[in-house]
């Protein structure tokens, strides 16, 4: 019996203390572990920042000449240019069949010939010899007029003669003068002021390329257009490599604001609280809540007029999943942790 009661002694402190073995492991598991939130943050810097309005339209060669033969009754003899060429100024480009002024133009030749000798020898008058000159030199323009020579230096834009057709009155062929185009855009009221003639702007034509042109502000109307409402400025584009193209179109970065030396940060960074403006910045891995005054805002990027200054680590990744006072890790932007 004694050694019995002497057993159940041994077993109930085994027991108490294997309960307070794990009493203490479970305390220590649940001891709180303070843990640091990951963030990026930027440092903030003076920037500028820029306000435009994109004001479109469609390029236009500067000259546009049409090609009409000077007699309609000529036939086209020889096409010498396709669509797509260019041609320089006097570049014969359409002939036409000239075998009637050939043979007139001896004729004329001679006649003038026989009536100088006459008039020489008194048998004519001065009036009836400057008849004859005066026709030969008729005849001579209408052999030149047997061609079609180009007025300028440009491209072959459409060609609408056909070999042994009559010329007719209609344009035979057209003729783009693209050293330079112009864009028209339609600039309301309240901005038009803000342009003058002379004045430079940066063009971007998606069909040409990334590339932005400068184009100088060519014309502007003191009347509005009434079908548009609106006033048909004209920007005229240099076109020295060739890439721009009549009927491209193209888009002019009007700016209407401009800042320089203040905070810009970007948009995303500023979180609405209590229905205040808010930014998180980081001072010794501790977060701090700003609130900001915003003034102009452009493509994804905000300026800061009051609440931070430069040098301030602002959160820029991570601000949702902060509050004041919560301990993080700072990551500049594009840093891994």
Same mark, same amino acid.
């Given at each position: 019996?004694?050694?019995?009661?002497?057993?159940?002694?041994?077993?109930?402190?085994?027991?108490?203390?294997?309960?307070?073995?794990?009493?203490?492991?479970?305390?220590?598991?649940?001891?709180?572990?303070?843990?640091?939130?990951?963030?990026?943050?930027?440092?903030?810097?003076?920037?500028?920042?820029?306000?435009?309005?994109?004001?479109?339209?469609?390029?236009?060669?500067?000259?546009?000449?049409?090609?009409?033969?000077?007699?309609?009754?000529?036939?086209?003899?020889?096409?010498?240019?396709?669509?797509?060429?260019?041609?320089?100024?006097?570049?014969?480009?359409?002939?036409?069949?000239?075998?009637?002024?050939?043979?007139?133009?001896?004729?004329?030749?001679?006649?003038?010939?026989?009536?100088?000798?006459?008039?020489?020898?008194?048998?004519?008058?001065?009036?009836?010899?400057?008849?004859?000159?005066?026709?030969?030199?008729?005849?001579?323009?209408?052999?030149?007029?047997?061609?079609?020579?180009?007025?300028?230096?440009?491209?072959?834009?459409?060609?609408?003669?056909?070999?042994?057709?009559?010329?007719?009155?209609?344009?035979?062929?057209?003729?783009?003068?693209?050293?330079?185009?112009?864009?028209?855009?339609?600039?309301?009221?309240?901005?038009?002021?803000?342009?003058?003639?002379?004045?430079?702007?940066?063009?971007?034509?998606?069909?040409?390329?990334?590339?932005?042109?400068?184009?100088?502000?060519?014309?502007?109307?003191?009347?509005?257009?009434?079908?548009?409402?609106?006033?048909?400025?004209?920007?005229?584009?240099?076109?020295?490599?060739?890439?721009?193209?009549?009927?491209?179109?193209?888009?002019?970065?009007?700016?209407?604001?401009?800042?320089?030396?203040?905070?810009?940060?970007?948009?995303?960074?500023?979180?609405?609280?209590?229905?205040?403006?808010?930014?998180?910045?980081?001072?010794?891995?501790?977060?701090?809540?700003?609130?900001?005054?915003?003034? =102009?805002?452009? +493509? *994804?990027?905000?300026? /800061?007029? $009051? !609440?931070?200054? #430069?040098?301030? &680590? =602002?959160?820029? +990744? *991570?601000?949702?999943? /902060?509050? $004041? !006072?919560?301990? #993080?890790?700072? &990551?500049?932007?594009? +840093?891994?942790?």
């Amino acid at each position: 019996m004694f050694k019995r009661r002497i057993l159940l002694i041994f077993l109930f402190c085994s027991l108490v203390f294997t309960g307070c073995l794990g009493s203490s492991e479970i305390n220590e598991a649940d001891d709180p572990v303070i843990s640091q939130i990951p963030v990026s943050v930027e440092k903030i810097q003076l920037g500028s920042l820029t306000k435009e309005i994109p004001l479109g339209g469609l390029l236009k060669a500067r000259e546009e000449v049409y090609l009409v033969a000077k007699n309609p009754i000529f036939e086209i003899k020889e096409v010498l240019a396709e669509v797509g060429d260019y041609v320089w100024q006097g570049t014969p480009l359409i002939t036409f069949d000239s075998r009637e002024f050939d043979l007139q133009l001896k004729q004329a030749e001679l006649a003038l010939k026989r009536n100088q000798e006459l008039y020489e020898l008194g048998a004519i008058s001065k009036f009836q010899l400057e008849q004859a000159e005066t026709a030969l030199e008729n005849l001579r323009i209408q052999k030149e007029n047997c061609q079609l020579l180009s007025p300028i230096n440009g491209v072959v834009a459409a060609v609408e003669a056909k070999e042994g057709q009559l010329a007719g009155n209609t344009p035979l062929m057209v003729l783009l003068d693209l050293a330079s185009l112009e864009l028209e855009i339609q600039v309301s009221e309240s901005l038009i002021n803000r342009l003058s003639k002379g004045q430079t702007l940066k063009v971007s034509v998606p069909a040409a390329g990334e590339k932005r042109f400068t184009g100088t502000v060519s014309q502007i109307p003191f009347q509005v257009d009434p079908r548009t409402k609106a006033y048909p400025v004209k920007v005229t584009l240099p076109n020295t490599q060739g890439l721009l193209k009549d009927g491209m179109y193209g888009e002019v970065q009007l700016v209407v604001e401009d800042r320089d030396e203040v905070i810009v940060i970007p948009q995303a960074a500023v979180v609405e609280y209590e229905q205040q403006e808010v930014v998180f910045v980081v001072e010794n891995d501790l977060v701090r809540q700003c609130e900001v005054k915003l003034g =102009l805002a452009h +493509e *994804g990027l905000v300026e /800061v007029v $009051e !609440g931070l200054q #430069v040098g301030d &680590l =602002l959160i820029v +990744e *991570g601000q949702y999943g /902060v509050r $004041e !006072g919560t301990v #993080v890790t700072p &990551l500049m932007r594009g +840093e891994t942790s």
